[in-house]
């Protein structure tokens, strides 16, 4: 757990930013918000569910993954669009293995110890875990229910986390289905 430490403080930080009152981009004078960003030459795509963008200056370039932060288009560009409920998606690719193996729920869910899982679910190529604490530490405000997903695309282990205002619906149950287009459209947008 303490080599996400930095993902969770660089969520912290942008979270912040996105929520002040910064201006447009926060310093520049345009922010860089992209639909879609191809990692890894092309082996996995980040696209949030509708009405969600990549923040594309949060994209942190590490020698053994890509961290990518996502929000609503609304929030990030400050333009008119699809509302969508706030939400704070971090997205964490792994460098590439052959042959790596689909994570378990069981495991994700170990990884996050102390923190109790709430429900565990393994899908056909995806694993879920909703956590009962955690949330307000990546969001200031946040509800500490969280969801945190794991998959494989291209051999690649890619990340998800999904925050919230508290009290928000995408904290509950309904943050499975969110979480769950969050992988589908990784997965669609990703070449196979």
């Not at 409920?85 to 193996?101: E, S, T």
């Not at 899908?123 to 405000?141: F, R």
């Not at 999904?162 to 509950?172: F, I, K, M, N, Q």
């Amino acid at each position: 757990m303490r080599a996400l430490r930095p993902i969770w403080l660089a969520a912290l930080l942008w979270s912040l930013a996105a929520c002040g009152d910064l201006g447009p981009g926060g310093t520049s004078d345009e922010p860089n918000v992209v639909k879609a960003l191809a990692l890894y030459d092309g082996d996995v795509v980040v696209r949030g569910p509708r009405g969600y963008c990549v923040d594309a200056d949060s994209v942190r370039r590490q020698p053994s993954n890509r961290l990518v932060l996502l929000g609503s288009c609304e929030s990030l560009s400050g333009e008119p669009g699809v509302t969508v409920p706030p939400a704070l998606i971090v997205v964490n690719v792994a460098d590439k293995q052959p042959g790596r193996a689909q994570p378990t729920a069981a495991t994700i869910a170990a990884s996050a110890a102390p923190k109790k899982p709430l429900a565990a679910i393994d899908t056909d190529g995806l694993a879920l875990v909703h956590l009962d604490a955690g949330g307000e530490l990546a969001l200031p405000g946040g509800d500490p229910r969280y969801w945190r997903g794991g998959m494989v695309i291209n051999d690649h282990f890619v990340s998800l986390a999904v925050y919230t205002p508290r009290g928000s619906t995408l904290a509950g149950t309904s943050g499975r289905r969110f979480i769950t287009d969050l992988a589908r459209a990784l997965r669609s947008a990703s070449a196979q």
